[in-house]
């Protein structure tokens, strides 16, 4: 038997790097895509390679349509099937701006790197998931996106990046709707706040308000905390729940009185 692939998009660092040791601990093949070219990122590949199974990297912005489909051809070429694909990669604004002064400029960067990008990367790799279906009727293939507790809680200094999870999560549910008929489920893991370079700029204010009570489980996320919600997913074990979101913010939302 093959085995199973994985895609995740900026699986070489953070949130991605934890998702793709913990697919490849299950036994996946791995392709994993970031900005950076591949010798910037070849001791992360090494990494997961000494896990056990092949890891192919392509170096592409998700935001860009031919590189998507250079990913997209890359895995055919080299794995020849993909069964998981996780939408990971997302950046944050530059700066975080009051929505009264924010510049379209960082909304548009944002928006096609968090929300069209994974959109349209969708799109493609649905279509050779369906196609392997018919190909194959045992073929289980399954869709991830991250998103994030900004999905819904609002932080007007960074207006975009909440926009473009809400808007992601809205992907979920189409992309869960028109794969249905396929068997191929779509789900939507929410982080909280998670240890990575994206956060580290804002630590100790992150710091304060854990200390302050903020969470039900008081510490940092890590990248592993939401990796092995992603493998739970990927292996199966939410059978019948396409469409969900899964939380993985430590309580954060969870309304108290
Ligand atoms: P990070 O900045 O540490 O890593 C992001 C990865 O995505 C990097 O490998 C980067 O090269 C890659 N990437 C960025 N732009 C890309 C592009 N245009 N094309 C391809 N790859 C690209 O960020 P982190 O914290 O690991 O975040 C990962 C995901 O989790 C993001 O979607 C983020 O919005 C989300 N998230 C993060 C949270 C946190 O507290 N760190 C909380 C909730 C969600």
Request: one cysteine or more.
């Amino acid at each position: 038997m093959p085995k199973r692939v994985a895609l995740v998009t900026g699986g070489t660092r953070g949130i991605g790097y934890g998702i793709s040791l913990c697919l490849a601990k299950d036994g996946y093949d791995l392709a994993v895509c970031g900005v950076r070219d591949e010798p910037s990122v070849c001791d992360v590949l090494a990494q997961l390679r000494d896990v056990g199974g092949q890891v192919l990297y392509c170096q592409a912005d998700v935001a860009d349509a031919a590189a998507r489909h250079k990913v997209l051809t890359g895995i055919q070429d080299r794995l020849g099937r993909l069964n998981v694909l996780v939408n990971n990669a997302g950046i944050a604004p530059k700066e975080r701006k009051d929505i009264l002064e924010a510049s379209e400029q960082s909304f548009e960067r944002v928006l096609r790197v968090n929300l069209q990008g994974p959109y349209f990367l969708t799109q493609a790799i649905a279509n050779w998931m369906v196609q392997q279906k018919k190909n194959s009727s045992d073929f289980c293939g399954c869709i991830i996106n991250i998103s994030s507790i900004s999905a819904t809680v609002a932080s007007p200094s960074r207006g975009e990046y909440c926009i473009s999870k809400a808007g992601l999560s809205m992907t979920t549910r189409l992309w869960a709707v028109r794969l249905g008929e396929y068997g191929i489920p779509v789900y939507e893991v929410r982080p909280g706040i998670i240890r990575t370079d994206m956060t580290s700029g804002v630590q100790e204010k992150y710091d304060k308000l854990i200390a302050a009570g903020l969470l039900l489980q008081s510490r940092w996320g890590t990248p592993e905390d939401v990796g092995k919600a992603v493998a739970a997913l990927a292996r199966g074990d939410l059978p019948y729940s396409s469409g969900t979101v899964i939380m993985a913010d430590g309580g954060l939302t969870v309304q108290r009185l």
